[in-house]
T-cell receptor, first 115, second 120 residues
Framework: GDSVTQMEGPVTLSEEAFLTINCTYTATGYPSLFWYVQYPGEGLQLLLKATKADDKGSNKGFEATYRKETTSFHLEKGSVQVSDSAVYFCALTTNRGSTLGRLYFGRGTQLTVWP | NAGVMQNPRHLVRRRGQEARLRCSPMKGHSHVYWYRQLPEEGLKFMVYLQKENIIDESGMPKERFSAEFPKEGPSILRIQQVVRGDSAAYFC??????????????????FGEGSWLTVV
């Protein structure tokens, strides 16, 4: 079935360090891929998305490229800030009739950035 | 334009009681989704509803759980005879149109801040 496997955390970095959070997926057809961020005590916010192969989603300095050949959607940021501390979720939807609108989430990666 | 509103934010119930979680979608949204986040896990899909219709409830436990989205008022997720294993964060999300949510027009699914249920 459709699923997302996400790099386990927690990840602890110093401010201005480079961030990579790995995400790979299994899906039938052509999924759309997402990264969501959850700040402490809050709901999920869409960080970025990509809807077809080789698309690059970007937002707030974060980037992720949809790689169909490796079934991956790794999240990267060149220089993290303390305010980036949160839980990051990789997700997909296949948008097929029977699962329309359903998102499949990874388990989340806790990121802590120290000043 | 208010976002997806969930209440209560925190709910404590004793084993055997009922829990009711409410979700008001964003204005103009007629599609509602409920997800559950168990401790140390990602979100798991539970149910997808449109006004007065359950579209997909394949993620709902077969017993004790039910959901509705009436013509008027919020969507309700109801858990009867709660057990400790029901302790989790329950997230509601809404969209304007599921096709458009992931299509080229850039609509998307918006999540509420969640309701944290603790069963003691």
């Amino acid at each position: 079935g459709d699923s997302v496997t996400q790099m386990e955390g927690p990840v602890t970095l110093s401010e201005e360090a480079f961030l990579t959070i790995n995400c790979t997926y299994t899906a039938t057809g052509y999924p759309s891929l997402f990264w969501y961020v959850q700040y402490p005590g809050e709901g999920l916010q869409l960080l970025l998305k990509a809807t077809k192969a080789d698309d690059k989603g970007s937002n707030k300095g974060f980037e992720a490229t949809y790689r169909k050949e490796t079934t991956s959607f790794h999240l990267e940021k060149g220089s993290v800030q303390v305010s980036d501390s949160a839980v990051y979720f990789c997700a997909l939807t296949t948008n097929r009739g029977s699962t329309l609108g359903r998102l499949y989430f990874g388990r989340g990666t806790q990121l802590t950035v120290w000043p | 334009n208010a976002g997806v509103m969930q209440n209560p934010r925190h709910l404590v119930r004793r084993r055997g009681q009922e829990a009711r979680l409410r979700c008001s979608p964003m204005k103009g949204h007629s599609h509602v989704y409920w997800y559950r986040q168990l401790p140390e896990e990602g979100l798991k899909f539970m149910v997808y509803l449109q006004k007065e219709n359950i579209i997909d409830e394949s993620g709902m436990p077969k017993e004790r759980f039910s959901a509705e989205f009436p013509k008027e008022g919020p969507s309700i997720l109801r858990i009867q005879q709660v057990v400790r294993g029901d302790s989790a964060a329950y997230f509601c999300a809404s969209s304007q149109n599921p096709q458009g949510a992931f299509g080229k027009f850039g609509n998307t699914i918006y999540f509420g801040e969640g309701s944290w249920l603790t069963v003691v």
